[in-house]
């Protein structure tokens, strides 16, 4: 008697064929699946990848924006608010000042004994007789500019007193005082204005030049420790790097001292505003674009307030006080060292008390 039909042991013969053929590896078809799987899974963690990349790249470019730009600006203020230094007289207008320098001849026209700052617009023919050539030549055409007049940059005093008005200074320690630089001497009573023709250790000179000094003779002979500042002016406007590409222009912020160099401050800024608070006796204070104010208005300027916009829209929006010689009993109210501004609906905006 048969138990098994011959067919169904060539059966199990297959099957079992068939198991062990499995157990060798996956055929084509699974290969190719999970392959594709695979490049899709890989392919969607890279674009998320790049994804995350290209995020924290936006926000660390973001926060270097920010800290280049709060950086500029606090250079910015700290010459506003050391402009128009006169010694420990700054502030009263009816301290006697002599200048001496020849205001003909730059950077020394870039010295002011009225006002502490001014500004105008940046036309190729105001450029010219504003701002030295190698400013115009990189400027932006139709930037605002904002000039800073004598900011203290070296401190010094007077050795001993002088025996003539004429005398060379001599200070108490060498001086750092740079050849060719602005230099103020003063006490509590007066001061002169004048251009350090030669320093040679504690000894600065100030002799009549063509070039330099109208006349060589201070106003008086100052007395010990008599103070003997270097001071600086500089101009903030919009420029061109030396490295944008002709095809790309971009512009920077730079801070011009109008004499040695210009510092470029923060790049990829596309607008550079400033509005000036400028007192009037028949209009109270108000702002003013600078081709709106007199010359013989700036030293009424009382504030300022700068707009600056980056190319990736970054926006900053500051206002600082000036500390301008001539004060006015306005009745603008004063807040941690500036002033409180409301805005109005006018090209020129109010400052209401």
């Known amino acids: 008697m048969c138990l098994y039909h011959h067919s169904k042991i060539i059966g199990s013969e297959h099957t079992a064929d068939k198991r062990a053929h499995r157990r060798l590896g996956f055929s084509l078809i699974e290969l190719l699946l999970s392959l594709s799987l695979s490049l899709l899974i890989i392919g969607a963690a ?3 990848y790049q994804i995350l990349k290209k995020v924290n790249r936006d926000a660390k470019e973001k926060r270097q924006t920010l800290e280049i730009g709060r950086t500029a600006l606090q250079f910015l203020m700290n010459d506003v608010k050391q402009s128009g230094y006169y010694g420990c007289r700054t502030m009263d207008e009816n301290f006697a000042v002599q200048i001496h320098l020849n205001q003909y001849i730059s950077p020394y026209r870039f010295f002011k004994k009225e006002a502490a700052v001014s500004g105008f617009v940046a036309t190729q023919g105001k450029c010219v007789r504003q701002l030295p050539a190698s400013a115009c030549d990189r400027i932006k055409e139709m930037s605002d500019v904002l000039v800073i007049y004598n900011i203290p940059q070296k401190i010094s005093a007077l050795k001993k007193d002088m ?6 200074i001599q200070t108490v320690f060498p001086t750092a005082i740079r050849r060719g ?14 251009v350090a023709n030669e320093v040679e250790g504690d000894r600065i000179y100030h002799g009549k030049t063509a ?5 060589s003779d201070f106003s008086k002979a100052y007395q010990r420790h008599a103070e003997i500042i270097e001071l600086a002016s500089v101009a903030y406007y919009l420029g061109v790097p030396t490295r944008s590409r002709k095809d790309s222009v971009s512009y920077s912020l730079f801070r011009d001292d109008l004499w040695h160099e210009a510092e470029e401050m923060m790049e990829g800024v596309v607008d ?15 702002y003013l674009r600078a081709e709106f104010i007199r010359e013989s208005e700036w030293q009424f300027v009382q504030s300022i307030r700068l707009v600056l916009l980056t190319e990736n829209k970054e926006h900053w929006e500051y206002e600082f006080a000036v500390r301008n010689r001539r004060r006015v009993n306005s009745d603008v109210n004063r807040h941690d060292g500036g002033f409180s501004f409301n805005r109005s609906r006018d090209d020129t905006r109010d400052i209401d008390s």
């Open 211 to 215: 070039e330099t000094n109208l006349r």
């Open 163 to 168: 025996g003539q008005p004429t005398e060379v």
């Open 46 to 48: 890279f674009e998320w």
């Open 272 to 286: 550079f505003q400033v509005e000036y608070g400028v007192f009037r006796v028949s209009q109270g204070s108000r």
């Open 181 to 194: 630089s602005v230099v103020l001497i003063a006490d509590c009573l007066q001061g002169d204005l004048f």
